[in-house]
């Protein structure tokens, strides 16, 4: 037991210290999960909007298979992507594998079925004499869509929260495509794996703490935001 308290003892020190590897698979982290969670709200939202507000011939089989991809494994999404910008593949040229805009890309692919899925259920929610009530006064397009999503603000941000909670976690994605490059592509996720694995367990802890210093933040915030919507 006694390495397990110095490791975080250790761990404290790194943080405080600002050690320079530390904060630079920090950084990258909530860099690349940035990107990827105002990628897929700019994707998500729309999709979700329509899927949730209009009636169309397939609707049930479209929102089936959004609701499947919302437990898409990681490491899938990887092998995917990855074969699609690798120098090989169709999208080779543009030159983005291992690096932060190959990573986002792929998390986006990842967390975007989340906020279709969780958007489409907030629309659904919504009192349906809404709809009524709006074309009545003369609302149309954008107007219609905007009124509807500021009903189900809290319950959208729910969506966007969540999202973000599964991006900032991800492991699999991180490795593959982006290598695990020091200074460049290392996120806390991976960095963990590779430290812990190396023996630098003070190194591994500090990124834990910061990794389920994140998670309660964001598990906070859903709290929040359920009880409100």
Not at 71 to 78: F, I, K, R, S, Y
């Amino acid at each position: 037991m006694d390495y397990i308290a110095q490791g975080f003892i250790r761990s404290i020190e790194l943080l405080l210290s600002g050690d320079h590897e530390t904060y630079s698979a920090i950084f990258t982290t909530l860099r690349i999960s940035s990107l990827s969670i105002i990628a897929s709200l700019i994707i998500g939202i729309p999709f979700g909007f329509l899927l949730g507000y209009f009636e169309f011939p397939g609707k049930r089989q479209v929102r089936a298979v959004v609701d499947t991809l919302l437990a898409l494994p990681t490491v899938v999404v990887g092998l995917f992507v990855y074969a699609f910008i690798s120098r090989r593949g169709p999208c080779g040229e543009l030159g983005i594998l291992f690096t932060i805009s190959g990573i986002a890309v792929a998390q986006t692919i990842l967390i975007t079925p989340i906020v279709i899925s969780l958007t489409a259920t907030a629309v659904e929610s919504l009192d349906r004499r809404l709809r009524a009530t709006l074309v009545a006064l003369g609302a149309r397009g954008r107007q219609i869509l905007i009124t509807s999503l500021m009903e189900a603000r809290y319950a959208v941000l729910v969506a966007a929260v969540t999202a973000y909670g599964r991006a900032i976690s991800e492991v699999g994605i991180s490795m593959m495509i982006g290598g695990n490059i020091k200074w460049h592509t290392r996120t806390i996720t991976t960095a963990i794996a590779l430290e812990t694995g190396k023996g630098d367990f003070a190194v591994g802890m500090a990124l834990g703490i910061v990794l389920l210093t994140f998670a309660l933040v964001v598990n906070s915030s859903l709290t929040l935001l359920k009880k409100r919507s």
